[in-house]
Structure formats: C-alpha cells, structure tokens
C-alpha cells in the first residue's frame, strides 16, 4: 500500500526562510540592515503578501507566551517583523495578519 505525500507549498517553504533569516539577523551583532533587507527581498522574490503575512503572524502572536518569556524574546521577535516590514512588505494585508496572528495564539492557549 503506498503511501500519499504532500507536495510541498512553495509559499510555506519561503515562509519558513523568511522566518529563519529574519530571525538569524535578529540576533546577529551589529546588524548589518542593509544585507539583512536584501536578503529578505532576494528570498521573498517580489511577493510583499508573503513578507506581510509572516511579519503579521510575529506581531500578532506576541500575546502567546509568558510574560517572563516575553521580556526576553519579544525586542528580537519586533526587530524580525521590523525587518520584514521594511523589506517590502504589504502594509495593507498586514492588519490581516496580525489578526490572524492573534487567532492562532488564541488557539494555541
């Protein structure tokens, strides 16, 4: 009996380096903006929607964790969304994605 495969999702895969740069210079000293834009641009490869929506899900799931956790992650997990707004993101899907953000950290409780 075979099994069935998901195909991968081509916006989930840039989804997740989204995530993974923003985060690694984020947390990189000094940060270096500039590289970290164009790396972002170069990875969203024109798609503002997609750099919106994961700088939406940061802002909008800030309420998911502790206070304590919160203090310590939260100035890095800004500067990711900071970062990924100014990379081009679509300012008018990103009040979506915050709610959306929202609603899964709701969720995740």
């Not at 993974?20 to 024109?46: C, K, M, Q």
């Amino acid at each position: 009996m075979a099994t069935s495969r998901r195909k991968p999702d081509p916006d989930g895969i840039v989804m997740a380096r989204l995530a993974d740069t923003a985060n690694r210079h984020a947390t990189r000293e000094p940060l270096d903006v500039e590289a970290a834009l164009a790396e972002l641009r170069e990875i969203a490869g024109g798609r503002s929607d997609l750099l919106a929506r994961q700088a939406g899900l940061i802002l909008g799931s800030r309420d998911s964790v502790g206070a304590a956790v919160d203090a310590v992650m939260w100035p890095r997990r800004a500067l990711e969304a900071a970062l990924l707004i100014a990379a081009g993101a679509d300012l008018t899907a990103l009040a979506y994605w915050i709610a959306e953000g929202q609603r899964r950290a709701t969720r995740a409780r």
